[in-house]
Nanobody, 129 residues
Framework: QVNLVESGGDSVQPGGSLTLSCAHS????????????LGWFRQTSGEEREDVAT???????HYADFVKGRFTVSKDDTKNILYLQMKGLKPEDTAKYYC???????????????????WGQGTQVTVSS
């Protein structure tokens, strides 16, 4: 079975930085193939989950407009870890952050109607003074 575990969430002051990690296992078939998509999403109380950033198996990346260059998504295929480097954090970035995976190119999600089925439990990020 697929397992994804987020870590790195913390309470930080505005303007601070954090790096989230997502260790994954049971994703055989994802590595060694360009046809997969790993993503970061976030959700606040009373709101629907929103996209943050995704990365293709071949390394291509996609970012939500609100990131504005502040966040960087990356992955280490040797260690099977997905990262989200965040800087210049704002109070509105406060949310529970989730990682997810699907064995499709990211465009299948953005324009093909496919959804992520494999999710981690999430890690809380709180930005306040």
């Amino acid at each position: 079975q697929v397992n994804l575990v987020e870590s790195g969430g913390d309470s930080v002051q505005p303007g601070g930085s954090l790096t989230l990690s997502c260790a994954h296992s049971g994703v055989s078939g994802y590595t060694g193939s360009t046809k997969y998509c790993l993503g970061w999403f976030r959700q606040t109380s009373g709101e629907e989950r929103e996209d943050v950033a995704t990365i293709e198996g071949d390394g291509g990346t996609h970012y939500a407009d609100f990131v504005k260059g502040r966040f960087t998504v990356s992955k280490d295929d040797t260690k099977n870890i997905l990262y989200l480097q965040m800087k210049g954090l704002k109070p509105e970035d406060t949310a529970k952050y989730y990682c997810a995976a699907m064995r499709r190119v990211c465009d299948a999600y953005y324009h093909g109607g496919f959804v992520f089925k494999n999710w981690g439990q999430g890690t809380q990020v709180t930005v306040s003074s």
